[in-house]
């Protein structure tokens, strides 16, 4: 009897066994070695997970691979310790050193990823160095691009905190760090820190500094821009040191000092010291304008208009100085060869005006 029962136990357990569905018996099978050829020949199946070392010619799959992974195409869901692959590592969430002369795809990463062609990461945690295009959702840590390095992502919320540099761009959705771009330095939305390009230096909002050999960019900017030819801040400058050598442009400046070779320019109110070899211009001044040939306001001067040649104001609350002023009305002083209050009872004067 109990040989009987002993036997309908053994046969109901084999038979449970063989019912069961491979990948259900398999998921926490590893194996220390696994060589192949390809994914349909090699010692164990995807299913199994490799702890220590997997060789393979082509393309050999495997649930997850920790140690030493060396083949031409190397695939696992996670994968730790070192990966080296002729063409091309992809694998989901990989931490470690991993290496490729083609391509490396990882939704996540911590510790360097390599590619002599392209990288593609989702979160990157570490170093990120590519021959030609790398690319991250986010980088926190450094990326490196042989031409390109890029940081985006589909709802535009992607982050760069640390450093970003590309020989032709570096760009990045969000930026806290420091972004280097040899032609294009681009941040579509924020640049908290610095941002300089051979060429081109663009954000939405700079919070920093920003630098540009030809041009600086930003719709918002708080901090230094500097364009060596121009310097462009489209909304607001505020707290700004704006400079370029042809122009310096703002839309509307608060409490900035502007500087150009040329031009300095104010779309709006300029709050702060516009400084220019040629001209300035400003809706309104509160503060002072200063230029080897012409200050032109549109309306109110609080401060002061210094120019070689030629000041212009709709009302002047301060000083005028230069070899030709004119204001509507003057609650201040006018100094310079011909004088001009045009709501005045003498209009033109000479070297010197008091009105009060």
Known sequence: ??????????????????????EQTLTHVSTPF????????????????VHGLRLNSFFVENRFMYGLDIGFWNVSGDAGGLQIAVY???????????????????????GLQ???????????????LTGLLGKARAV????????????????DDARTSG?????????????????????????????NGLQAAVLF????????????????????????????????????????VQAGLVLARAGEMEGGLQLSGIASNVIGESRGVQISVISTMAASVHGTEIAGIWNYAFEDVNGAQAALVYNHARSVHGVQIGL??????LDGLQIGLVNIVRESSFPAAPLLRFDF
């Open 34 to 49: 696994q060589l192949g050829f390809d994914e349909k020949h090699s010692l164990y199946p995807k299913e199994y997970g």
């Open 201 to 240: 230096a663009e954000s939405r909002y700079t919070r920093g500094i920003q630098l540009g050999c030809l041009t600086a960019t930003s719709q918002e900017a708080s901090g230094i821009q500097i364009g060596g030819l121009m310097a462009r801040s489209e909304i607001n400058a505020h707290g700004i």
């Open 163 to 191: 450093f970003q540099a590309g020989l032709y761009e570096a760009r990045a959705e969000n930026l806290t760090g420091i972004q280097l771009g040899g032609i294009f330095s681009e941040t579509e939305w924020n640049a």
């Open 324 to 329: 030709f002023n004119y204001c509507e009305r």
């Open 1 to 22: 009897m109990k040989r009987a029962v002993f036997f309908l136990f053994v046969l109901t357990a084999c038979t449970m066994y063989a019912a069961m569905p491979a």
């Open 140 to 155: 926190h840590g450094i990326q490196i691009g042989g031409l390109s390095a890029v940081s985006e992502s589909e709802n």
């Open 88 to 110: 091309r590592n992809e694998t989901h969430n990989f931490g470690g050193i991993q290496l490729a002369l083609w391509n490396a795809e990882t939704e996540d990463v911590r």
């Open 114 to 128: 390599f590619a002599t062609v392209t990288t593609d990461a989702g979160d990157l945690y570490g170093l990120q």
